[in-house]
């Protein structure tokens, strides 16, 4: 631990803030950094990009609530590119804050006298990566948290700034983890700042070791395996739901499945569909696990029940790993 004094003065109007930030994750942090009074004289976003059936240009969550507060937008397809790292430099920020954004090149992170420090959505140095929230529930942890540190070369490994805790309750899944780490994370954001401005904090190294990753989640990681333990499925299902969402394959149809409940009866065949009054298990290799919420190929979310109404099972029907 080393400790760390400015003699620089400052007072929230002259305290110069640029943003980095692209999803609603990063908003809450924004918006909390407004309404605390603080100066940001720039917001870092992605630039709009086509989507849905029309491919109409989509802007980002943070540039929506930049939009509102009449806040200086950037928006570079390119971080290297000189015309962005010009723009950035009239701008002349004494900190640089990053939540959710993509990775930043050096000559930009180091630019501010202050430097750049990161929000990251795990209790550092434990799931550094792209999925800290998905991957914590995924493996089953009972507790994880939020980290504010500055950034250096080698990602989500910089000097630590604040940390804190939060519990993952059983009834969590990672839409209500995240809203949870988002609001904690924007306080602890604040925190950091006023630390800051005040000139003198506590910087702690992260330890090195073999610690668990969190890297991005891809298509792969998604599609359920019933030859896993039911515990294993039930917190697959959990970390990936309301998004991307675990899925298998039923009758030769992707089944999304949103939630699920454990049960104590002992499997028979693994990935054996079957219905016990009027409950859809499924057979891992240990336990049967009740599906609770589920989403049909071409059809919308719905329920079990909706969903036995008009599902047809053969004696036989498994679900594909």
Same mark, same amino acid.
């Given at each position: 631990m080393?400790?760390?004094?400015?003699?620089?003065?400052?007072?929230?109007?002259?305290?110069?803030?640029?943003?980095?930030?692209?999803?609603?994750?990063?908003?809450?942090?924004?918006?909390a950094i407004?309404?605390?009074?603080?100066?940001?004289?720039?917001?870092?976003?992605?630039?709009?990009?086509?989507?849905?059936r029309g491919y109409e240009l989509q802007q980002s969550a943070v540039k929506k609530y930049a939009l509102a507060q009449g806040l200086n937008i950037l928006?570079?397809?390119?971080?290297?590119?000189d015309d962005f790292n010009n723009a950035i430099k009239v701008l002349q920020a004494d900190l640089q804050i990053v939540i959710a954004f993509r990775m930043l090149p050096e000559k930009v992170w180091s630019m501010?006298?202050?430097?750049?420090?990161?929000?990251?959505?795990?209790?550092?140095?434990?799931?550094?990566?792209?999925?800290?929230?998905?991957?914590?529930?995924?493996?089953?942890?009972?507790?994880?948290?939020?980290?504010? *540190?500055?950034?250096?070369?080698?990602?989500?490994?910089?000097s630590i700034l604040l940390q804190e805790t939060t519990p993952i309750l059983a009834e969590d899944n990672v839409g209500t983890l995240h809203d949870k780490l988002m609001r904690q994370g924007a306080a602890l954001v604040i925190k950091s700042l006023n630390l800051i401005l005040n000139g003198d904090y506590n910087l702690k190294e992260q330890?090195?070791?073999?610690?668990?990753?969190?890297?991005?989640? *891809?298509?792969?990681?998604?599609?359920?395996?019933?030859?896993?333990?039911?515990?294993?499925?039930?917190?697959?299902?959990?970390?990936?739901?309301?998004?991307p969402t675990a899925f298998t394959i039923l009758q030769n149809k992707k089944l999304k499945i949103f939630e699920t409940e454990m049960t104590d009866i002992e499997a028979s065949q693994i990935g054996l569909v079957e219905i016990i009054e009027k409950e859809l298990l499924i057979n891992c290799s240990?336990?049967?696990?009740?599906?609770?919420s589920v989403q049909p190929e071409g059809k919308k979310r719905m329920s079990i029940a909706d969903f036995l109404n008009g599902f047809r099972i053969n004696e036989l029907t498994l679900a594909q790993s």
């Open positions: 080393f400790y760390f004094e400015t003699s620089l003065m400052y007072d929230k109007k002259n305290f110069k803030i640029l943003f980095f930030g692209t999803p609603d994750f990063a908003v809450e942090s924004l918006k407004i309404e605390n009074g603080f100066n940001v004289v720039g917001v870092v976003t992605a630039p709009d990009k086509p989507a849905g928006q570079p397809p390119n971080l290297k590119a501010p006298p202050l430097g750049t420090f990161n929000l990251h959505a795990s209790y550092l140095p434990n799931y550094r990566g792209a999925a800290p929230i998905n991957w914590a529930i995924i493996n089953g942890e009972k507790e994880t948290g939020v980290t504010t *540190f500055f950034l250096k070369h080698e990602i989500d490994t910089g330890l090195s070791g073999d610690f668990k990753h969190a890297s991005k989640i *891809f298509t792969e990681h998604c599609k359920i395996n019933w030859q896993n333990k039911a515990e294993e499925v039930h917190n697959l299902v959990r970390g990936l739901s309301p998004f240990d336990k049967k696990l009740k599906l609770l």
